[in-house]
């Protein structure tokens, strides 16, 4: 007897498709969140350097006499950023030291350092 060929896909042929399947958007997956967690991180990064480059400014164009050490916080989003400044002196040259922390998926912080002379 002759027997005619057979059409389609066998029901093991569509499981190996879908487990392959299955394993390439579990990857895809795992990479699309790794692109977003990045991005977030370097988002909040530039925001706070953003925050501290601008309180490094106002303290560049603050008189001398006038500097004192201190901190605020800042909040944008639902994200907290603390700025602190500490002001010391070394015969006629200040240091200015800002640092910006903030805690969303771990504790971050970013510093910056610049020197006044009278």
């Known amino acids: 007897m002759k027997r005619e060929k057979d059409?389609?896909?066998?029901?093991?042929?569509?499981?190996i498709a879908l487990f392959i399947l299955s394993v390439v958007l579990l990857a895809i997956s795992s990479m699309v969140y790794s692109v977003m967690q990045a991005t977030s991180n370097?988002?909040?990064?530039?925001?706070?350097?953003?925050?501290?480059?601008?309180?490094?400014?106002?303290?560049?164009?603050?008189?001398l006499t006038s500097l004192a050490p201190g901190s605020d916080t800042v909040q944008l989003g639902n994200i907290d950023y603390l700025r602190k400044w500490a002001i010391s002196t070394t015969g006629n040259i200040r240091t200015i030291n800002v640092t910006v922390n903030w805690t969303n998926r771990g504790s971050h912080t970013v510093t910056m350092t610049t020197l006044r002379a009278d």
Do not use: V, W, Y
């Not at 059409?7 to 499981?15: C, D, M, R, V």
């Not at 370097?42 to 008189?63: G, I, P, V």
């Open 7 to 15: 059409h389609g896909f066998t029901l093991i042929e569509l499981l």
């Open 42 to 63: 370097s988002k909040e990064t530039s925001t706070a350097t953003t925050l501290m480059q601008d309180k490094m400014e106002t303290l560049k164009n603050t008189r």
